[in-house]
Nanobody, 115 residues
Framework: QVQLVESGGGLVQAGGSLRLSCVAS????????MGWYRQAPGKQRELVAT???????NYADSVQGRTAISRDNAKKTVHLQMNSLYSEDTAVYYC?????????WGQGTQVTVSS
């Protein structure tokens, strides 16, 4: 059974930076995609960024240029560095892992950006 545990959320002022981390436990075989989604109050969950086992990244337009996703395959971790945060970035951020036939989610970590 795979579990994802996020850390690094919190309160930050507009214009500030935050680094989110997620570690996966359990056995993960083969090619996979890890990443982050977020959900703001009253809105649908949306993609933030993903990275594949071989390092291909994908970013939402809203965070492109001020966000960097990285992963360590040996440690089964994924990180999200977010800079120049806006109040619109306030949301619960969920770690995400997709393997063939399964998708896993973390419990989420709250990020609040104060203006």
């Amino acid at each position: 059974q795979v579990q994802l545990v996020e850390s690094g959320g919190g309160l930050v002022q507009a214009g500030g930076s935050l680094r989110l981390s997620c570690v996966a436990s359990g056995t993960i075989f083969g090619f996979n995609t890890m990443g982050w989604y977020r959900q703001a109050p009253g809105k649908q969950r949306e993609l933030v960024a993903t990275v594949t086992t071989d390092g291909r990244t994908n970013y939402a337009d809203s965070v492109q240029g001020r966000t960097a996703i990285s992963r360590d395959n040996a440690k089964k971790t994924v990180h999200l560095q977010m800079n120049s945060l806006y109040s619109e970035d306030t949301a619960v951020y969920y770690c995400y892992l997709r393997v063939p036939l399964s998708t896993y989610w973390g419990q989420g970590t709250q990020v609040t950006v104060s203006s």
